[in-house]
């Protein structure tokens, strides 16, 4: 090819990637997806539209939108972003994860088991087993790792099973695929939470799964000044369903709220790059670090299930957990000490942050579930920002002074 062939060819290749919404690769999508569409005054940005409603020209015509309960153009443009990052038919934004979490509840009836890992995030388990238990749905928490355990506690009322992966705060990862074949035999629904890796680095809808949530608190939004949730469907069916509960229940998300989203979301790609890269350097310098324990992320080559992280997952994500070695060091004296490192709970924003599952974000579990899914007291949970690692580092070799 001529020099000149060839730039006519990249053109044409650029072209399709522009117009061609199935081919564009992810940072593209990201960047464009449901982002373009004031007809009005051609902004480049999504406009946002604070408006409890909208006005019909004559009863039967509007322009798509009613009330904002049930649709608004600015979250509809965030819908459509999430839906073509995950791979979705279409995605419902909501209030907060925990809203979307609950939604997605209410496609089952009293009477129903759910099937869920016994780590997953402290705010689920709280729904499903103290909130929804009291509602008439019934749960078996077991260590979805097993898939043998799975499909023993299958029951003729099995209706959903919940997956995590990796999990929170142990990092453990689920074999989703392995999951699905088991629930697709039953005619089981199968669920994953996608907050800890994003779409960009795993993709449950393409191994099978059928509904996807986030909370796009974390590392969808990325910036720390917002809550909300997501549910991502895989089908025409699941998608109407949805998004009729998410109306009937009132849990979507705000206009401003989804407008502040669809700004974070745009950066997505880089900032897991170096979410990544920083976690995997900070989770390197603690597992040589002798005051500080174990340490679990799934990049390091002492993560016992690397053929399954290999296979499933495209990046190992920005979060870690380590065991403080509380002979050497306090607790309280290792998070006094942090200056780049904020104790706090949440995570997937830019800023580095640390907490104690067992006091903060799982306390909720009690000691006795806590015990079960093997959280420690010693263990700090890190999320690791994208600062540059070597003040990330600086700062937890002074703070880990003995
Ligand atoms: C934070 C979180 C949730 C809950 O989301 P909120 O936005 O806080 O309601 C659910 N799942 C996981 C994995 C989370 O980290």
């Not at 564009?24 to 946002?48: A, C, Y």
């Not at 995605?91 to 979307?100: D, I, K, P």
């Not at 109407?240 to 989804?258: H, I, K, Q, T, W």
């Not at 093997?374 to 003040?391: H, L, P």
């Amino acid at each position: 090819m001529t020099p000149n062939m060839l730039c006519k060819h990249k053109l044409a290749q650029k072209l399709q990637i522009l117009y061609d919404g199935s081919i564009m690769k992810v940072r593209t999508k990201s960047v464009h997806t449901g982002v373009k569409i004031d007809k009005t005054f051609n902004s480049v940005i999504t406009p946002l539209y604070p408006t409890s409603t909208f006005f019909f020209d004559k009863i039967g015509k509007n322009k798509g939108f009613d009330y904002t309960r049930s649709g608004n153009p600015t979250r509809a443009a965030l819908e459509k972003n999430i839906a073509a990052q995950e791979g979705g038919v279409d995605c419902s934004v909501t209030a907060t994860g925990m809203s979307a979490i609950t939604a997605v509840m209410f496609f089952l009836k009293p009477g129903d088991h759910v099937i869920a890992s016994n780590d997953i995030y402290g705010g689920t388990y709280r729904l499903f087993d103290d909130v929804l238990k009291s509602r008439g749905l019934t749960f078996s928490f077991v260590d979805m790792r097993n898939l043998e355990r799975v499909k023993r506690s299958i029951t003729s009322k099995t209706k959903m099973i919940w997956i995590e992966t990796p999990s929170n705060p142990l990092l453990n990862i689920v074999d989703i695929k392995g999951i699905v074949a088991i629930a697709k035999k039953k005619k089981i629904l199968t669920v994953a939470d996608n907050t800890f890796l994003s779409p960009y680095f795993q993709k449950p809808l393409k191994l099978g799964v059928d509904i996807v949530v986030h909370s796009t608190t974390k590392y969808i939004n990325g910036h720390s000044d917002v809550v909300g949730g997501a549910i991502v469907y895989s089908t025409k069916a699941l998608q109407e369903r949805g998004r009729y509960l998410v109306n009937a229940l009132g849990v979507s998300g705000s206009p401003f709220d989804a407008w502040l989203v669809l700004r974070g979301v745009k950066t997505l790609a880089p900032r897991m790059e170096i979410h990544q890269s920083n976690a995997l350097l900070v989770a390197q310098y603690l597992e040589g670090h002798p005051n500080a324990k174990k340490v679990y992320y799934p990049g390091l080559a002492s993560h016992p299930q690397q053929d399954l992280i290999r296979k499933q997952m495209t990046g190992f994500g920005g979060m870690l957990t380590f065991e403080l070695n509380t002979k050497k060091v306090s607790l309280d004296g290792f998070l006094k000490k942090m200056k780049v490192f904020t104790l706090a709970e949440s995570l997937g924003g830019v800023e580095s942050l640390v907490e104690i599952p067992w006091y903060m974000s799982h306390a909720s579990m009690g000691a006795a579930g806590l015990k079960a899914s093997g959280i420690t007291r010693e263990m700090v949970r890190v999320s690791v920002g994208i600062e540059d690692a070597e003040d990330l580092i600086a700062d937890l070799g002074q703070a880990l002074k003995a």
